[in-house]
């Protein structure tokens, strides 16, 4: 079980990486941009949607970092620890990309941006180790097996 908990671990932590640097372009990109005579990254609306998204990615890594400690350790809710953070992580990447491609516009889709490839990868990362809906079992079984 060591081994799936370690793998899962791993596409989350993958997943973490693809959704910051599909977070590094947008801002990149909308440093670039410019719309209405100012570049789109003084936006207040675009700044409170990266300031969501990377709020969001610290959370995930939190307990992407939580549940390898456990794991570490040896603690008996390291399985239920892992499978909250390969859900939530994978997840989490996956709509941080999806962000980073709208605010990307229409160059979102063409490949020399490199965000339609982060969101395809990072697709796959909620599949990949279990799928998420399978975390979710894993997850409900230990918040229930206290009750029989």
Do not use: W
Not at 43 to 60: G, I, K, P, S, W
Request: contains cysteine; proline residues 1%.
């Amino acid at each position: 079980m060591n081994g799936l908990n370690g793998g899962r671990l791993g596409i989350a932590a993958c997943s973490l990486g693809g959704a910051r640097n599909a977070l590094d372009r947008s801002l990149a990109h909308l440093a670039d941009r410019e719309a209405f005579g100012r570049r789109l990254l003084d936006a207040q609306a675009l700044q409170f949607r990266l300031a969501d998204m990377a709020t969001e990615l610290a959370a995930a890594r939190a307990l992407v970092h939580q549940a390898a400690q456990a794991l570490d350790r040896g603690d008996p809710q390291a399985p239920h620890l892992c499978a909250m953070a390969k859900r939530f992580a994978t997840d989490t990447g996956y709509s941080v990309a999806d962000r980073a491609l709208q605010l990307h516009g229409g160059y979102g889709y063409l490949s020399e941006y490199g965000i339609e490839k982060i969101v395809r990868d990072l697709r796959v990362h909620q599949i990949l180790e279990g799928t998420n809906e399978i975390m979710r079992v894993i997850v409900a079984r230990g918040l229930t097996e206290a009750f029989g």
